[in-house]
């Protein structure tokens, strides 16, 4: 069982910046890669950022340049820091995770943290 807690969301000037935590319960957190998503009204929640149980890094082109997603094992926590925010990227941000044992797989996620970018 994993439990993730977002953490970190608010309200920013467009240009500004945040820095959204995650903190995960359980073992086993630095063997899993984990991954930032974003729902905004309306759409599909959309992949943000990945990080890799090694420390690597993919991003959506949408967020390339300005957002940074990084983890600490010995804290069990994620981030994700966001710089040069635009009105688009307001959307709740859930972290993400997925386990997968030798009787399944399962999908975990956050409650989900809500940033609007708005003057």
């Known amino acids: 069982q994993v439990q993730l807690v977002e953490s970190g969301g608010g309200l920013v000037q467009p240009g500004g910046s945040l820095r959204l935590s995650c903190a995960a319960s359980?073992?086993?957190?630095?063997?899993?890669?984990m991954d930032w998503y974003r729902q905004a009204p309306g759409k599909q929640r959309e992949l943000v950022a990945t990080?890799?149980?090694?420390?690597?890094?993919n991003y959506a082109d949408f967020v390339k340049g300005r957002f940074t997603i990084s983890r600490d094992n010995a804290k069990n926590t994620v981030y994700l820091q966001m710089n040069s925010l635009k009105p688009e990227d307001a959307a709740v941000y859930y972290c993400?995770?997925?386990?997968?044992?030798?009787?399944?797989?399962?999908?975990?996620w956050g409650q989900g943290t809500q940033v609007t970018v708005s003057s």
């Open positions: 993400h995770t997925h386990v997968a044992s030798p009787t399944g797989s399962w999908d975990y």
């Open positions: 359980g073992s086993s957190f630095s063997r899993r890669a």
């Open positions: 990080v890799t149980s090694g420390g690597s890094s």
